[in-house]
């Protein structure tokens, strides 16, 4: 077995397992390929937060099973969330799948690797895995995701990730710091941490914040970022944090919200209310008054009748979120909320939904002309995907930024370096800069 496929569908943190699973492939001695059929191994990291990713999977097998009918014999296995999910209803409904790993089972894959058996599952959960002292293998570039902790004990109702990722555990200080220091070491110059509540990190004691003070130490590192964390956690030693070390801590917070009414908020098993939430984002305004705030919405969940839907596009115009992640409620089976009536019909969901859209672009705009006319630090991430005439940054806050490709200096702005420039416009999501 010489090389290795693998395509990844869902958060960021199952972007960050497939270079875990990576680096597992690689200290074995396989060689990463583009080339689905040169591979002696394929891999699907799949997602099961939603129905959609799920639907897409078992379709991306029948088309793997269609280009792999006259060449070679690979082995083929589902892992992530969905194959912790399902199981082995995998095999039934794919017979070309060989293996099925869960999120907390990595490790097995050299075992994998030499066995003949035709169907293995590993799906345990584990109460202390966290791929202490696995390096990821990452591409160079800009951005390394860190993950500093996994699984969860919020028990949302409509979400199955303390069932497919387990209960919450986090990685030593000083793996989180090894690992970042070896992403600087491989020129990477921002970091995302990453957690399924990246804020209820607790190692020995030691919180989230503890962790942020001795991250913020390492120089070669020139911005942090972090997603996603809960309204219940955040503190005010996390803004203290934000104010005191920006533009190196990113004044950008990722804050779901996923429904404004009380009511529904009870029923999701958010543990906060709309009062808490709306005067935590004025407590970050205090602390931070530029922090872009961005977050995520359901609509159409169980119960949530059009007063409850009201209230949450009240709150929306009451924070104006940066920019939001929107989508229907989707019945997951395992959750708490899957034995609740889906009593709100399609229709009206894409109908709720579409109006939110449409007042999240005015928001979005409102947010983005703030910018206009102000000096703003961009950290180059290349050229523009449009124009090779333009490049392309992203500021502290997150805002994608464009501007022409020529400095003031008469040179080619090269990637990674920091710049100032001042913002002459706005478009959609994009600001753009002279």
Same mark, same amino acid.
């Given at each position: 077995?010489?090389?290795?496929?693998?395509?990844?569908?869902?958060?960021?943190?199952?972007?960050?397992?497939?270079?875990?699973?990576?680096?597992?492939?690689?200290?074995?001695?396989?060689?990463?390929?583009?080339?689905?059929?040169?591979?002696?191994?394929?891999?699907?990291?799949?997602?099961?937060?939603?129905?959609?990713p799920e639907q897409k999977i078992y379709s991306r097998l029948g088309k793997i099973?269609?280009?792999?009918?006259?060449?070679?014999?690979?082995?083929?296995?589902?892992?992530?969330?969905?194959?912790?999910?399902?199981?082995?209803?995998?095999?039934?409904?794919?017979?070309?799948?060989?293996?099925?790993?869960?999120?907390?089972?990595?490790?097995? =894959?050299? /075992? +994998?690797?030499?066995?003949?058996? *035709?169907?293995? &599952?590993?799906?345990? %959960?584990?109460?202390?895995? $966290?791929?202490?002292?696995?390096?990821?293998?990452?591409?160079?570039?800009?951005?390394?995701?860190?993950?500093?902790?996994?699984?969860?004990?919020?028990?949302?109702?409509?979400?199955?990730?303390?069932?497919?990722?387990?209960?919450?555990?986090?990685?030593?200080?000083?793996?989180? =710091?090894? /690992? +970042?220091?070896?992403?600087?070491? *491989?020129?990477? &110059?921002?970091?995302? %941490?990453?957690?399924?509540? $990246?804020?209820?990190?607790?190692?020995?004691?030691?919180?989230?914040?503890?962790?942020?003070?001795?991250?913020?130490?390492?120089?070669?590192?020139k911005r942090i970022r972090y997603v996603s964390p809960h309204p219940q956690d955040?503190?005010?030693?996390?803004?203290?944090?934000?104010?005191?070390?920006?533009?190196?801590?990113?004044?950008?917070?990722?804050?779901?919200?996923?429904?404004?009414?009380?009511?529904?908020?009870?029923?999701?098993?958010?543990?906060?209310?709309?009062?808490?939430?709306?005067?935590?984002?004025?407590?970050?305004?205090?602390?931070?008054?530029?922090?872009?705030?961005?977050?995520?919405?359901?609509?159409?969940?169980?119960?949530?009748?059009?007063?409850?839907?009201?209230?949450?596009?009240?709150?929306?115009?009451?924070?104006?979120?940066?920019?939001?992640?929107?989508?229907?409620?989707?019945?997951?089976?395992?959750?708490?909320?899957?034995?609740?009536?889906?009593?709100?019909?399609?229709?009206?969901?894409?109908?709720?939904?579409?109006?939110?859209?449409?007042?999240?672009?005015?928001?979005?705009?409102?947010?983005?002309?703030?910018?206009?006319?102000?000096?703003?630090?961009?950290?180059?991430?290349?050229?523009?995907?449009?124009?090779?005439?333009?490049?392309?940054?992203?500021?502290?806050?997150?805002?994608?930024?464009?501007?022409?490709?020529?400095?003031?200096?008469?040179?080619?702005?090269?990637?990674?370096?920091?710049?100032?420039?001042?913002?002459?416009?706005?478009?959609?999501?994009?600001?753009?800069?002279?």
């Amino acid at each position: 077995m010489n090389k290795y496929y693998i395509e990844t569908y869902g958060c960021q943190m199952n972007e960050a397992d497939s270079e875990i699973v990576c680096g597992i492939l690689e200290n074995q001695g396989l060689t990463r390929t583009d080339l689905l059929e040169e591979a002696d191994l394929i891999l699907l990291n799949t997602c099961s937060v939603r129905e959609k990713p799920e639907q897409k999977i078992y379709s991306r097998l029948g088309k793997i099973n269609k280009i792999l009918s006259k060449g070679k014999n690979p082995k083929i296995g589902v892992i992530g969330c969905m194959a912790q999910n399902f199981k082995g209803e995998i095999f039934k409904k794919n017979s070309i799948v060989n293996f099925v790993l869960g999120p907390d089972s990595y490790r097995k =894959l050299p /075992e +994998i690797i030499k066995t003949h058996k *035709k169907h293995v &599952i590993y799906t345990d %959960l584990s109460k202390t895995e $966290v791929y202490e002292e696995l390096f990821p293998s990452r591409n160079s570039g800009m951005n390394a995701w860190i993950t500093i902790m996994r699984g969860c004990d919020k028990f949302c109702t409509y979400c199955i990730v303390p069932f497919t990722r387990g209960r919450e555990r986090s990685k030593s200080i000083e793996g989180v =710091l090894k /690992e +970042i220091e070896n992403s600087a070491n *491989k020129g990477f &110059i921002e970091i995302t %941490l990453l957690g399924q509540n $990246v804020n209820s990190y607790n190692y020995k004691g030691k919180n989230f914040t503890d962790l942020l003070n001795e991250i913020v130490k390492n120089k070669k590192i020139k911005r942090i970022r972090y997603v996603s964390p809960h309204p219940q956690d955040v503190t005010e030693e996390l803004l203290k944090l934000h104010r005191d070390h920006y533009p190196k801590l990113a004044n950008h917070i990722h804050l779901p919200l996923q429904s404004g009414s009380d009511n529904v908020l009870k029923a999701m098993n958010r543990n906060y209310t709309q009062k808490h939430y709306l005067s935590l984002v004025k407590k970050i305004r205090e602390y931070v008054p530029n922090m872009s705030i961005t977050t995520d919405m359901i609509v159409g969940f169980p119960g949530e009748t059009k007063e409850d839907f009201k209230e949450t596009l009240r709150v929306m115009k009451e924070v104006k979120f940066d920019t939001s992640f929107m989508f229907k409620y989707s019945p997951r089976p395992y959750s708490r909320a899957y034995k609740m009536k889906d009593d709100v019909n399609e229709e009206e969901k894409s109908k709720r939904l579409s109006e939110m859209i449409e007042l999240q672009k005015e928001h979005t705009l409102f947010r983005n002309e703030e910018y206009v006319g102000k000096e703003v630090e961009i950290i180059v991430e290349g050229f523009s995907k449009k124009s090779q005439s333009e490049m392309m940054g992203r500021t502290s806050s997150n805002k994608i930024v464009i501007f022409p490709v020529i400095d003031n200096f008469g040179e080619i702005i090269k990637k990674k370096t920091i710049i100032r420039k001042t913002i002459i416009s706005t478009k959609g999501v994009t600001l753009f800069a002279k």
